[in-house]
């Protein structure tokens, strides 16, 4: 029998880490899969899919790596004794993959290899589900940060049993407490051997000989938690904060999904927002932008003073350095932007109207004409 270059297949070096192979399986049984061949190609795809499962199956594990290293493919061989290759019935793998009895792919790599992470492996739990929560807060918020106290009514792990959904066990008498069983199947590709969590335990190698009084068994309750969350200056609109582990516990014993915190930041009566500047509209009168003068303008933080000089026209924007929002993680603030606009006063007594005929203005719209036209 030609020998078999495992790490050739994988596309691998010698030395490459189980993350590695892990990774490099994933790409090419995904790129290999025989749904995704044509009707000419299916039985190539159908070999180089058994090919890669066979080479990733002896490289993920530690013990039939250092075999494969000392003795070759010629040690995990049909027929080659206890030390003979154990693979899987890849027909079932992939059914399975389509009808999704899989959570992902590393469920799949997971039951091809015989369960991977022992946390996962022992108690068969799965994650639980991510939560979401939405809160508002205040511009001067976002300027400053802030915290929030958010009330949930999760599932939380059961106190009582931690969880187990009892409080007695005893080693499970179908995987004699492994968690798993294997079975054997004549298949086209040979004998082969599949390894899946124990049915009647879940993966966990035990089994409860009496029921957690306060869950009714589940392992989980429901309950109210209040949580802090601190929210940092700079935050955007719709901008989600992930908080670990305050989702719901997860079934069977599993971690807690994540919480996310959705921020929508309120309309403020002064100021909009354009990124981290900020804008507003400021009145000031006909004299002011006349002459120029000094003002005092609202931030977010207090007042402020602002230069108008002489001759100012109404809508001029002026830039009020760092006196904008803080960016997000960072010691850097952006602008305000001041726009400036002209009120021209409706009533004007007889002797206001004096000193503005003495003022002796040119008419702008006489000015326009003559330089269009020329004429005097």
């Not at 799949?108 to 290899?113: G, L, N, R, S, V």
């Not at 809160?135 to 106290?149: M, Q």
């Not at 009084?213 to 719709?238: F, L, M, N, T, Y």
């Not at 993680?329 to 409706?346: A, F, R, S």
């Amino acid at each position: 029998m030609a020998e078999k270059d495992y790490y050739q297949v994988l596309g691998v070096e010698k030395k490459a880490t189980k993350e590695e192979i892990k990774k490099a399986y994933k790409t090419l049984a995904l790129k290999y899969h025989p749904d995704r061949a044509s009707e000419e190609k299916k039985k190539e795809y159908e070999e180089k899919f058994k090919e890669i499962n066979e080479a990733a199956s002896v490289l993920a594990d530690e013990k039939k790596r250092q075999q494969y290293d000392q003795y070759g493919s010629a040690a995990f061989s049909s027929g080659a004794g206890s030390g003979g290759f154990q693979g899987y019935d890849f027909s079932d793998i992939m059914s399975q993959f389509r009808s999704g009895g899989f959570g992902d792919f590393d469920d799949i790599f997971e039951h091809i290899f015989g369960g991977g992470s022992s946390k996962r492996g022992k108690s068969g739990g799965r994650r639980g589900s991510d939560l979401l929560y939405e809160t508002e807060i205040t511009l001067e918020e976002v300027y400053s940060g802030t915290t929030k106290s958010i009330s949930l009514n999760k599932l939380e792990r059961c106190p009582e049993c931690n969880g187990k959904g009892a409080q007695k066990f005893e080693t499970c008498h179908h995987c004699r407490g492994s968690g798993y069983l294997q079975r054997t199947q004549r298949t086209a590709f040979g004998v082969i051997q599949q390894t899946g969590p124990c049915p009647a335990c879940y993966g966990r190698g035990e089994l409860p000989q009496d029921s957690c009084p306060k869950c009714s068994g589940e392992g989980v309750v429901r309950k109210k938690k209040e949580i802090e969350v601190s929210i940092p200056a700079g935050v955007e609109e719709g901008m989600r904060l992930r908080v670990r582990n305050e989702g719901e516990v997860g079934e069977n014993n599993g971690p807690a999904g994540d919480l996310y915190v959705a921020v929508h930041v309120l309309d403020h009566k002064v100021f909009t927002r354009k990124g981290d500047d900020l804008h507003l509209t400021i009145p000031i009168s006909f004299s002011q932008a006349v002459l120029g003068d000094e003002i005092e303008v609202p931030t977010l933080d207090g007042k402020a003073k602002l230069k108008i000089t002489a001759g100012t026209q109404s809508e001029t924007i002026f830039r009020m350095k760092d006196k904008g929002l803080p960016v997000l993680h960072q010691d850097v603030y952006g602008d305000e932007m001041v726009k400036v606009k002209i009120e021209v006063p409706k009533k004007l007594t007889k002797k206001q109207q004096e000193l503005v005929k003495q003022l002796g203005e040119e008419k702008p719209s006489a000015n326009f004409l003559k330089k269009i036209f020329g004429k005097e």
